[in-house]
């Protein structure tokens, strides 16, 4: 009996991830775990979606004793509160849902701290026994929704505030890792090659995301800043506005484009399109509705304390978009030429050295394998950097959902919360500081690989 438990279990843990890639092109071992993690994250946006609709409430009363609460006296009274339809629906099930994901992933950046060599006993934790961790996880989701309510919601809402601007840092090391590589991929295809269609691509999606740029500041004014009342979404706009425009002249100053070729018009007008996302994510949080037509006010009694109806807006749709984008191209992308994107994404470079000869080394014995191991000399990746890149992205996904609102005890409203309004709003002004100080860094230290 026990062989057969072994057998049974191996066949779940090591072969999860070679069924996963299954129907895929052949990858790496490395690329696989981290498509699995992310798989995680996608089904955790995926509930958080489902949860918010409207309709998924009304279905849940109907099925007996799930939203009433249950007569077995190990619960205690705020334990059965916690699970009526108002708990396990709405903002609720999302914070609820995301502090699961959150703990699985925060256990593994715990265990997963300094693991240098493929041959450490957690390598092998992270890269099989997906049933059981697969487990795991879904026995935290389930137990989430037992949380009591009092004194989580709003705790839990500055935890994701904080884990939320942080991943929005990171977002933008991420696209800037992507504007860096995509800009040097076509210029080098462009002087190798001498096509013509690489230089008008690169001059096509500059004026693509300028275009949609300035069309969003000048929507931004007219439904945020129009109004007497609106001074300060003004002045946020077009404070905005000039600081992205000063980031594009930097970006291609010729001391900048000495120590940094690569840099140019591409990767600016792809900042100026994020900031100019922010800036309007932001807006979205004001408490004045005439400044902030988003604001859903409910009814006149919710009226006068701020209370609003939580809606699944464009810009909530497109932070989710972006976000399952970066999540993507963090698990697919093996090698960067930044600093700041090698801290998040690849290994040391002798490992991804390595894997390019092992590669060659291992084709003919892979005989139609499609995941092969490339991390025989080395972890390919931080893992512990990973694991804490898809914890904030979990937060963030939690924010962006609720809108960074605040919710309140009834768990019916969320109210309008001014620190969401200006973590994104000094989100957008990090984020460009970081993206100046990557072009202007190497030339003020010349000296230093940045």
Same mark, same amino acid.
């Given at each position: 009996m026990g062989c057969i438990v072994s057998s049974v279990a191996c066949c779940f843990c090591s072969s999860a991830a070679s069924l996963c890639c299954a129907c895929l092109p052949s990858c790496k071992s490395s690329t696989s775990s981290r498509m699995m993690f992310s798989i995680i994250l996608i089904v955790t946006v995926l509930l958080s979606v489902i949860a918010l609709i409207p309709d998924v409430k009304d279905s849940l009363t109907k099925i007996p004793a799930l939203c009433t609460p249950f007569k077995l006296?190990?619960?205690?009274?705020?334990?059965?509160?916690?699970?009526? !339809?108002? &708990?396990? *629906?709405? %903002?609720?099930? @999302?914070?609820?849902? !995301?502090? &699961?994901? *959150?703990? %699985?992933?925060? @256990?593994?950046?715990?265990?997963?701290?300094?693991?240098?060599?493929?041959m450490d006993w957690r390598a092998k934790l992270q890269n099989g026994f997906w049933f059981f961790k697969y487990l795991c996880w879904f026995g935290l989701l389930i137990s989430?929704?037992?949380?009591?309510?009092?004194?989580?919601?709003?705790?839990?809402?500055?935890?994701?505030?904080?884990?939320?601007?942080?991943?929005?840092?990171?977002?933008?090391?991420?696209?800037?890792?992507?504007?860096?590589?995509?800009?040097?991929?076509?210029?080098?295809?462009?002087?190798?090659?001498?096509?013509?269609?690489?230089?008008?691509?690169?001059?096509?999606?500059?004026?693509?995301?300028?275009?949609?740029?300035?069309?969003?500041?000048?929507?931004?004014?007219?439904?945020?800043?129009?109004?007497?009342?609106?001074?300060?979404?003004?002045?946020?706009?077009?404070?905005?506005?000039?600081f992205c425009f000063l980031a594009s002249v930097i970006s291609i100053l010729p001391r900048v484009q000495e120590y940094m070729p690569q840099s140019g018009l591409l990767q600016s007008s792809m900042i100026t399109a994020y900031v100019t996302f922010l800036t309007w994510s932001g807006l979205t949080n004001g408490h004045d509705p005439v400044c902030n037509p988003s604001l859903t006010i409910a009814n006149?009694?919710?009226?006068?304390?701020?209370?609003?109806?939580?809606?699944?807006?464009?810009?909530?749709?497109?932070?989710?978009?972006?976000?399952?984008?970066?999540?993507?191209?963090?698990?697919?992308?093996?090698s960067t030429k930044t600093s700041a994107g090698k801290f998040l994404i690849s290994g040391t470079e002798d490992t991804t050295l390595a894997e390019q000869f092992s590669s060659a080394d291992d084709d003919d014995e892979r005989d139609g394998q499609k995941v092969w191991d490339n991390e025989k000399n080395g972890v390919a990746y931080n893992y512990f950097m990973y694991h804490f890149m898809m914890l904030l992205a979990t937060l963030y996904v939690m924010v962006m959902l609720t809108n960074w609102l605040k919710p309140q005890n009834d768990l019916k409203t969320l109210v309008s919360n001014s620190a969401g309004f200006w973590v994104r709003i000094v989100s957008s002004w990090v984020c460009l500081g970081i993206y100046v100080w990557t072009l202007i860094a190497p030339a003020l230290f010349p000296d230093r690989i940045f």
């Open positions: 006296s190990p619960f205690t009274k705020e334990q059965k509160a916690a699970l009526d !339809c108002d &708990a396990i *629906t709405g %903002f609720g099930a @999302v914070y609820r849902i !995301c502090f &699961a994901s *959150t703990m %699985f992933y925060l @256990v593994f950046c715990v265990i997963m701290i300094r693991v240098h060599s493929s989430a929704f037992f949380i009591p309510v009092e004194g989580f919601t709003n705790l839990w809402m500055y935890v994701g505030m904080i884990g939320g601007s942080l991943y929005i840092i990171i977002q933008l090391i991420l696209l800037v890792d992507f504007a860096h590589s995509w800009n040097e991929n076509w210029l080098t295809q462009y002087e190798e090659s001498g096509e013509k269609c690489y230089a008008l691509g690169l001059i096509f999606f500059t004026f693509l995301f300028n275009s949609l740029s300035i069309a969003g500041i000048i929507l931004l004014f007219i439904f945020y800043a129009s109004a007497p009342q609106c001074g300060l979404n003004k002045a946020l706009i077009s404070l905005n506005l000039i006149s009694t919710n009226t006068q304390d701020g209370s609003v109806v939580l809606k699944f807006d464009r810009h909530i749709a497109i932070g989710i978009i972006v976000l399952v984008l970066s999540v993507l191209y963090s698990t697919l992308r093996s």
